[in-house]
């Protein structure tokens, strides 16, 4: 990769050599650690005839069989697969399944941007002028103007100095992550980080340490016995937990950051649009300044109803991911629909923050709502995702089913994507949703919990 920076090019010849120098010993050192590994791999068997099966046939390989035992216990049981049903509308605070309305809590439309004319307008116009494709990777010829307005724009509401959009929230994360952080470094995340980050700490091959759930008290005993043993050292937080609906005390923990020279990363697929009076994010709701955080991640699928991630930073951080990031350079640009889409509607964000404001309400209400019935709402702290704990992966399937008959959307969260006792319903509040649609709501799951007769769907709130 030739960079393209200027600044890159005014190094000495000497300076230019060291470089050269540094990258042939580590491709020299990469090769002698890939033949110690294959000198080291264990053997399986005696002869090619003995290899089982399962080391080689697809229809064997290990996470099929967890799922033919999930979906055979459903089957037992009598209870319907709740899992990719087929939405034939804009998903906002309602939906079509099938020739049916339903009252939705299960799309992460929480501003009511998706299908929003402007926003639809916007992603024609871009078919109309570049196509649906950027046909390469950025670095070579995927660049379009779009991309730089989106980036641009990005960075404004996070206060930062640039920022990167990848095609993926999901690989924003693993691939800034995997780029960034390497062996001798230690990636401290928290205990209920979305698999995103889990993923980006093990391609890093960095030491990965889960920290409990929003306690920067026992971080920072894990700090003062850990900083000095690791080179970088990382802390990911999440702005508002996807699966639980609460938010990290932003403040203590960059307090943690200066104390102990760390770098601080805070994913804000959820809440942006949610949090803040205008919807820029955590950093507007506690009122602190945009370099506080290093690595600003966010999603363009939730608010921004588009697809994709970015990461918004120093244009020292920016400019490192464009060169290195494999999730960036080699892979296609944002398709330029998407990336007008998701532009299109920030701008309607910003523009239009009484959106914000009445999703704020919606949250906070339907919050009240549910534990006004006894429900237990597990760490939520009524913002847009309301989550009630069923105890089990069984309880929460027959729970969303027993909603769906009564015309009501709201997806189970079960195990593995929450351990097995933390299984639930997890309801993503919309600015649409009218106060009888979250009245008719919490009267039926009231009356369907209270027919399960599980105890753990009443236990009280945290
Ligand atoms: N981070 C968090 C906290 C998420 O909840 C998600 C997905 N919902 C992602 C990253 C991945 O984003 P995307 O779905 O846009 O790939």
């Known amino acids: 990769?030739?960079?393209?920076?200027?600044?890159?090019?005014?190094?000495?010849?000497?300076?230019?050599?060291?470089?050269?120098?540094?990258?042939?010993?580590?491709?020299?050192?990469?090769?002698?650690?890939?033949?110690?590994?294959?000198?080291?791999?264990?053997?399986?068997?005696?002869?090619?005839?003995d290899i089982p099966e399962e080391y080689y046939k697809v229809e064997l390989l290990p996470g099929l069989k967890q799922l033919q035992i999930q979906l055979s216990a459903a089957e037992k049981f009598g209870i319907d697969n709740p899992f990719f049903k087929v939405h034939e509308s804009v998903a906002s605070n309602e939906t079509r399944i099938g020739d049916k309305t339903y009252i939705n809590y299960s799309s992460y439309n929480y501003l009511g941007l998706c299908g929003h004319p402007r926003v639809s307008k916007a992603a024609k116009d871009a078919i109309d002028r570049y196509g649906t494709s950027a046909s390469a990777s950025r670095p070579v010829s995927g660049e379009r103007p779009i991309h730089r307005e989106l980036e641009r724009k990005l960075a404004e509401i996070h206060n930062t100095e640039d920022c990167v959009v990848f095609v993926s929230g999901h690989a924003t994360n693993v691939t800034t992550i995997g780029c960034l952080f390497g062996k001798d470094d230690l990636i401290l995340h928290d205990a209920l980080a979305h698999n995103s980050i889990i993923q980006g700490a093990v391609l890093s091959g960095a030491k990965r340490l889960p920290f409990p759930h929003n306690d920067?008290?026992?971080?920072?005993?894990?700090?003062?016995?850990?900083?000095?043993?690791?080179?970088?050292?990382?802390?990911?937080?999440?702005?508002?937990?996807?699966?639980?609906?609460?938010?990290?005390?932003?403040?203590?923990?960059?307090?943690?950051?200066?104390?102990?020279?760390?770098?601080?990363?805070?994913?804000?697929?959820?809440?942006?649009?949610?949090?803040?009076?205008?919807?820029?994010?955590?950093?507007?709701?506690?009122?602190?300044?945009?370099?506080?955080?290093?690595?600003?991640?966010?999603?363009?699928?939730?608010?921004?109803?588009?697809?994709?991630?970015?990461?918004?930073?120093?244009?020292?951080?920016?400019?490192?991911?464009?060169?290195?990031?494999?999730?960036?350079?080699?892979?296609?640009?944002?398709?330029?629909?998407?990336?007008?889409?998701?532009?299109?509607?920030?701008?309607?964000?910003?523009?239009?923050?009484?959106?914000?404001?009445?999703?704020?309400?919606?949250?906070?209400?339907?919050?009240?709502?549910?534990?006004?019935?006894?429900?237990?709402?597990?760490?939520?702290?009524?913002?847009?995702?309301?989550?009630?704990?069923?105890?089990?992966?069984?309880?929460?399937?027959?729970?969303?089913?027993?909603?769906?008959?009564?015309?009501i959307n709201v997806q189970p969260i079960i195990y593995p994507a929450v351990e097995e006792r933390a299984a639930r319903l997890r309801f993503f509040l919309c600015a649409s949703h009218t106060e009888e649609q979250l009245q008719y709501t919490v009267e039926i799951l009231a009356r369907e919990c209270k027919k399960q007769k599980n105890s753990t769907m009443y236990s009280i709130s945290r």
């Open 1 to 49: 990769m030739i960079p393209m920076n200027n600044k890159l090019f005014g190094l000495t010849g000497a300076d230019k050599k060291k470089i050269i120098d540094r990258i042939r010993n580590r491709n020299r050192e990469d090769r002698k650690d890939r033949e110690t590994e294959l000198h080291q791999g264990q053997k399986y068997s005696n002869k090619i005839e």
């Open 216 to 407: 920067y008290v026992s971080l920072d005993k894990i700090l003062e016995e850990n900083r000095i043993k690791y080179k970088k050292v990382l802390i990911v937080l999440e702005g508002i937990y996807s699966m639980d609906g609460d938010i990290p005390q932003l403040p203590e923990f960059i307090a943690l950051k200066k104390k102990h020279k760390l770098l601080l990363m805070v994913d804000e697929a959820h809440s942006l649009g949610v949090l803040g009076s205008t919807g820029r994010g955590i950093k507007e709701y506690f009122g602190i300044n945009g370099n506080d955080i290093d690595i600003s991640m966010g999603t363009l699928s939730k608010t921004l109803c588009s697809c994709g991630g970015y990461i918004a930073g120093k244009r020292a951080l920016v400019e490192n991911l464009k060169f290195n990031a494999p999730g960036f350079v080699y892979s296609v640009g944002m398709s330029p629909p998407l990336a007008a889409a998701a532009l299109a509607a920030l701008e309607i964000m910003i523009n239009e923050p009484e959106r914000v404001n009445r999703l704020r309400n919606v949250g906070r209400k339907f919050y009240e709502m549910v534990k006004g019935v006894g429900l237990n709402t597990g760490f939520c702290q009524g913002f847009a995702i309301v989550p009630v704990i069923a105890g089990s992966s069984i309880s929460g399937v027959k729970l969303s089913n027993a909603l769906l008959e009564n015309h």
